[in-house]
């Protein structure tokens, strides 16, 4: 593939633009795009998708009965839109069902904890475990470390710092004077760099320790992956293999902390009965509107099914799901013969590293040399707000004059930048980037998604903000309804790289990575 610089004309372009909101009344009405917007105003689905994937089927874990479940899903609801669909299955995962799970104080008092055992956490059966608390402790080196370990036999050992406030930065901010948050975050700067420490002087990692602790003989490990918003944590994956590995939230942590600091002794009981399945197959979910007059070239509706399971993955990426869900059927509905074919991908295991669209890239090349653009949603529940031409030279003169076909309302503050640099990573997209795909993320507003949302406990229904996510169903459909439409076939030529200050010579575009088509057992 050719690689050139960029022309001089389009240097201008390199800036963010803000799209004029007087594109929207100069542009020449469309029958399409009007049905496209009445549909999703007077018929949207996106409540009714949100509550049968979110509340009735939950989380979706890779490996799960409920990604199963989901993908059995969507593939009948494609069908009761008149869309063709299927799981196409790519490779197998280490399969694990969540199962109940309680964590109570029962010394010095009697409290219910909340907590939940981490992904592919290993279980107890019906069998309920009660045993103290210790602290993994500030020793010399990891000699010491070793002569300590017998010492966890038969507990349940804590290996995350006590967060000293539980409140937000923005809470400070708001209300702390100056001085009292400058001392706050001196103290907690200071006690987090001694934690590390302590935790390094084990001679041990974040994934080796727990497993040093259950070979020990502890009953549990117990941490708490505090994500610096009120009652919000992240809940990631077990490293343990024997015994289970429980998030506490904050404040509960915090005060067993303390109690066991103090020298009171607490116990706690743990209830945790998740199930190992074995092998179970990873699948993309595909549907299919065949085009009518150039159906070998793809138009590709984007978004990751998979997700953790602290929440029910409602914005991370449910409503990127569903956007691109509502999308296809209101294509199917107002648009049923587009002139290319337009796919919607339903990607498995993009959390443990963009599997589901690795593995498509490398099952599907005649596809993938055929895409006219992909769109992928993946940052929340927001308004899109930032369209990058992923380093591709001449994106900005067809993703510009799609846009421009946009009514002005579903573009609201919506900027681009161009050529943009090509995505490493981070979403699907990034996977056909970088098999030279014209592939484009639809990035959205924040909504505090870092803190409250992003791979947490808290990432359930009620975080939907639905309006935005109707406009970017709208936006999203229009997009790929001039992709169909346009006369040309779009422009893969690469823009030069930025110089890399490491090498001295421009920046490499990304290289495709294998999929990992065999995951979680290691």
Same mark, same amino acid.
């Given at each position: 593939?050719?690689?050139t610089?960029?022309?001089?004309?389009?240097?201008?372009?390199?800036?963010?633009?803000?799209?004029? #909101?007087?594109?929207?009344?100069?542009?020449t009405?469309? +029958?399409?795009?009007?049905?496209?917007?009445?549909?999703?105003?007077d018929?949207?689905q996106?409540?009714?998708?949100a509550?049968?994937?979110?509340?009735?089927?939950? +989380? =979706?874990l890779v490996?799960?009965?409920?990604m199963?479940?989901?993908?059995?899903?969507?593939v &009948?609801?494609? $069908?009761?839109?008149?869309?063709s669909a299927?799981?196409?299955?790519?490779?197998?995962? =280490?399969?694990?069902e969540?199962?109940? /799970?309680?964590?109570?104080?029962?010394?010095?008092?009697?409290?219910s904890?909340?907590?939940?055992q981490?992904?592919?956490?290993?279980?107890?059966?019906?069998k309920?475990v009660?045993?103290?608390l210790?602290?993994?402790?500030?020793l010399?080196?990891s000699n010491a470390f070793?002569a300590w370990?017998?010492?966890?036999?038969?507990k349940?050992?804590?290996?995350?710092?006590?967060q000293?406030?539980?409140?937000?930065?923005?809470?400070?901010t708001?209300?702390?004077t100056?001085?009292?948050?400058e001392?706050?975050?001196?103290?907690?700067? $200071?006690?987090?760099e &001694?934690?590390?420490d302590r935790l390094?002087?084990?001679?041990?990692?974040?994934?080796?320790?727990?497993? &040093?602790?259950?070979?020990?003989g502890a009953v549990?490990v117990v941490?708490?992956n505090?994500?610096?918003?009120?009652?919000?944590d992240?809940?990631?994956?077990?490293?343990?293999k024997?015994?289970?590995?429980i998030d506490?939230?904050?404040?509960?942590?915090?005060?067993?902390?303390?109690?066991?600091?103090?020298?009171?002794?607490?116990?706690?009981?743990?209830?945790?009965? #998740?199930k190992?399945l074995? +092998?179970m197959p990873?699948?993309?979910?595909v549907?299919e509107?065949?085009g009518?007059?150039? @159906?070998?070239?793809?138009?590709?509706?984007s978004?990751?099914?998979?997700?953790?399971?602290?929440?029910? !993955?409602?914005?991370?990426?449910?409503?990127?799901?569903?956007?691109?869900?509502?999308?296809?059927?209101?294509?199917?509905?107002?648009?049923?013969?587009?002139?290319?074919?337009?796919l919607?991908?339903?990607w498995? /295991?993009?959390?443990?590293?963009?599997?589901?669209s690795?593995?498509?890239?490398e099952?599907h090349?005649e596809i993938?040399?055929?895409?006219? $653009?992909?769109?992928?949603q993946?940052?929340?529940?927001? *308004?899109?707000?930032?369209?990058?031409?992923?380093?591709?030279?001449?994106?900005?003169?067809?993703?510009?004059?799609?846009?421009?076909?946009? @009514? #002005?309302?579903?573009?609201?503050?919506?900027?681009t930048?161009? @050529?943009?640099?090509p995505g490493?990573?981070? /979403?699907?997209f990034?996977?056909?980037v970088a098999?030279?795909?014209?592939?484009?993320?639809?990035s959205?507003l924040n909504w505090?998604y !870092?803190?409250y949302?992003w791979h947490?406990? *808290?990432?359930t229904?009620?975080?939907?903000?639905?309006d935005?996510v109707?406009?970017?169903a709208?936006?999203?459909?229009i997009?790929?309804?001039? $992709?169909?439409e346009? @006369?040309?076939?779009t422009?893969?030529?690469?823009?030069?790289?930025?110089i890399?200050?490491?090498?001295?010579?421009?920046?490499?575009w990304?290289?495709?990575v294998?999929?990992?088509?065999?995951?979680?057992?290691?």
């Amino acid at each position: 593939m050719k690689i050139t610089t960029l022309p001089i004309g389009f240097a201008a372009c390199l800036l963010s633009a803000t799209l004029c #909101s007087a594109q929207g009344t100069m542009q020449t009405k469309d +029958p399409i795009i009007e049905q496209i917007v009445k549909e999703e105003t007077d018929n949207s689905q996106l409540e009714t998708l949100a509550h049968q994937l979110f509340d009735g089927i939950g +989380p =979706r874990l890779v490996g799960t009965p409920q990604m199963q479940k989901a993908g059995d899903w969507a593939v &009948a609801k494609y $069908a009761s839109w008149g869309i063709s669909a299927k799981q196409e299955k790519w490779g197998d995962w =280490r399969g694990w069902e969540r199962g109940v /799970s309680h964590i109570d104080l029962v010394y010095p008092r009697e409290k219910s904890l909340e907590g939940m055992q981490l992904a592919w956490s290993p279980g107890m059966g019906k069998k309920t475990v009660t045993a103290e608390l210790v602290i993994i402790p500030d020793l010399a080196d990891s000699n010491a470390f070793k002569a300590w370990l017998p010492n966890v036999k038969g507990k349940f050992v804590m290996i995350s710092m006590c967060q000293p406030t539980g409140r937000p930065d923005y809470n400070w901010t708001e209300f702390a004077t100056k001085e009292s948050f400058e001392k706050m975050k001196k103290e907690r700067t $200071a006690q987090t760099e &001694a934690w590390r420490d302590r935790l390094r002087k084990t001679g041990l990692t974040n994934k080796t320790l727990p497993v &040093a602790l259950e070979n020990a003989g502890a009953v549990g490990v117990v941490i708490n992956n505090w994500s610096n918003g009120f009652g919000v944590d992240k809940i990631f994956g077990a490293y343990t293999k024997k015994v289970p590995t429980i998030d506490i939230g904050l404040e509960d942590y915090g005060m067993l902390y303390r109690l066991t600091e103090s020298g009171d002794k607490p116990k706690i009981s743990v209830h945790c009965e #998740s199930k190992e399945l074995g +092998p179970m197959p990873t699948f993309n979910v595909v549907g299919e509107i065949k085009g009518t007059e150039k @159906p070998d070239e793809y138009v590709i509706l984007s978004a990751h099914f998979d997700s953790w399971d602290g929440g029910t !993955g409602a914005t991370d990426n449910g409503t990127g799901t569903i956007t691109m869900m509502e999308a296809i059927r209101i294509l199917k509905k107002v648009y049923p013969n587009p002139k290319r074919t337009i796919l919607i991908c339903d990607w498995g /295991s993009e959390e443990e590293g963009l599997n589901g669209s690795r593995a498509f890239v490398e099952d599907h090349p005649e596809i993938v040399k055929n895409v006219q $653009a992909l769109f992928n949603q993946d940052n929340g529940t927001g *308004r899109i707000e930032n369209i990058s031409g992923q380093g591709y030279l001449n994106s900005y003169e067809y993703i510009t004059r799609w846009l421009s076909k946009v @009514p #002005s309302e579903y573009k609201t503050d919506l900027k681009t930048s161009f @050529p943009g640099a090509p995505g490493r990573g981070g /979403s699907d997209f990034a996977s056909f980037v970088a098999a030279g795909a014209p592939a484009f993320s639809l990035s959205s507003l924040n909504w505090s998604y !870092g803190i409250y949302t992003w791979h947490t406990n *808290r990432d359930t229904y009620d975080k939907i903000v639905f309006d935005d996510v109707r406009n970017n169903a709208i936006l999203t459909a229009i997009l790929a309804y001039e $992709a169909c439409e346009d @006369p040309a076939k779009t422009s893969n030529e690469k823009s030069i790289l930025p110089i890399d200050p490491k090498t001295g010579e421009p920046a490499k575009w990304p290289e495709p990575v294998k999929a990992n088509r065999h995951g979680g057992f290691d």
